[in-house]
């Protein structure tokens, strides 16, 4: 979290910084607990907050400026397309460990059988 703010410091115009620091205020707490309950875990909220923000500050321009409702749909959505994300490249991560286990079961046995010829 702490790279997010250093990013926020680094923003040049005023009014976008200080959009952004007000997002982050009022929504930080609230989105980590979003993504505590989409994800299941500590490390993965945090990261999806990190990503929430980074995203939120690359596209600053569409915040600044409009209503508050609108920018709490937006932090929103971002935050859930981040979850789901997130959700999806650790349901890849289990297939792809799962079927290198099952898809290949005698390798384990063909590298004793190498070992020992050695």
């Not at 607990?33 to 907050?49: F, H, Q, R, V």
């Amino acid at each position: 979290m702490i790279d997010v703010l250093l990013t926020v410091d680094a923003i040049d115009d005023k009014d976008e910084r200080d959009c952004i620091g007000r997002i982050y205020g009022q929504y930080a707490v609230r989105i980590k607990a979003y993504a505590m309950k989409m994800l299941g875990n500590e490390a993965d909220a945090e990261d999806a907050l990190s990503i929430t923000f980074e995203k939120i500050i690359r596209y600053r321009s569409r915040f600044t400026g409009i209503d508050g409702h609108l920018i709490k749909g937006r932090v929103y959505l971002i935050a859930r397309c981040t979850c789901l994300d997130l959700l999806d490249r650790r349901r890849v991560r289990e297939r792809l460990s799962v079927n290198s286990v099952s898809e290949y079961p005698d390798d384990e046995k063909q590298e004793t059988e190498i070992a020992d010829d050695f």
